[in-house]
């Protein structure tokens, strides 16, 4: 048994490589991931293997959903900061993204790597805000910057930010990344990978916003229900790094889906999903255009009705008083044989819904 460390820096590029780990196959190569404060550790009898087959399963990836680029500074490439990278690693920066991965991936233990390509600064795609969350420039709690990292640590950092991208906002353009929470000790899971798979296959548009929270936090667990081991997740709104412009975090969130999927009431909202989905393809819930509506910022009643579907799934408010607000537009225009809007009839059809369940 051997144990291989992938020494993390102390900002959000630690969990790009958290994102990264993520596409290693189960019995690959290594058993077990844990996290130490030095880095990650993955152990078993072919940790190299292992590496080689996650970088080759997000070269598929870039190749299958024609991922063209990887966001740059105008310091980055006026230093080439990236391009070296993968020439160190005896790679032209000319070819398309998917091939260079596949070739480093057959090259990274394979070559030896020339002096003077052991260590390199952080691009800005991973170092977002400068200092992120950090009110001492420089530091993260204790813990200072280093100015350099090993290139394997730059590299997989590179590859988990585009491996954990699920889509754009629509209309903001900022780039959606979604990664698991750090548990202290698991085994490999291809999760991650399928889950954002689906996101590329069914959500072609992009990801509406991630705001109002309530309404996203639900979007997300419906889209995520099938894959039980993906609970605990961070979130990121990054605006990408262009020209003189830096990455900056727009917004951060952290997630637990499975407080929803512990809920009654939210596992009877999704077996009647799920039933209608078996028995009409192509067929979309009224929940799910409801929470759209809400993410698009096109609807004031379906923003309210997903915070008060929120607050009631986790039990700050009642059924009735949500089914009550929900439907109370509906009812009165019916009764008057006014026009019903497609957001009041959605709400009122989510509120049978759920008084049913």
Known sequence: MRKLL?????????????????????????????????????????????????????AEQIEKYKISRIPASGNDKRYKLIDRIFQCLQVSPELPIHDIFYKVADNLYSINIAKGCERFTLPSLLKPDIYEFNRTPGYV????????????????????????????????????????????????????????????????????D???????????????????????????????????????????LRIDLEMFRESPLWRELVKSIDRREAIKEGYTHELIDLLEMALSQRSDLAVKISIYLYE????????????????????????????IPKDVSLAYKVAEELRRG
């Open 6 to 58: 992938i020494k993390t820096p102390p900002t959000i590029a630690r969990d790009y490589i958290v994102g990264f780990t993520h596409y290693i196959p189960g019995g690959e190569g290594i058993d077990i991931i844990y996290y130490e404060q030095e880095g990650i550790y993955l152990e078993g009898p072919e940790p190299e293997h292992a590496i080689k087959l996650a970088l080759k399963n997000i």
């Open 141 to 208: 709690g204790s813990r200072k910057f280093d100015e350099e990292y090993p290139l394997e640590s730059v590299l997989f950092s590179i590859a988990g930010y585009l491996g954990t991208r699920i889509g754009y906002t629509r209309f903001s353009r900022d780039a959606v990344l979604l990664i698991p929470e750090v548990i202290w000790r698991h085994e490999p899971s291809l999760e991650l990978k399928f889950a954002v798979e689906t996101f590329y296959e069914k959500i072609r548009e992009g990801v509406l």
């Open 210 to 252: 991630i705001s109002p929270e309530p309404a996203f936090i639900l979007w997300l667990s419906l889209i995520l229900r099938s894959y039980r081991r993906l609970s605990k997740l961070r979130i990121y709104a990054i605006s990408e790094p262009a020209g003189a412009n830096p990455a900056t975090i727009k917004n951060h």
């Open 312 to 339: 009631t799934i986790v039990g700050a408010k009642s059924v009735e008083e949500t089914y009550y607000i929900a439907s109370r537009d509906f009812l009165s225009l019916k009764m008057r044989k006014g026009e």
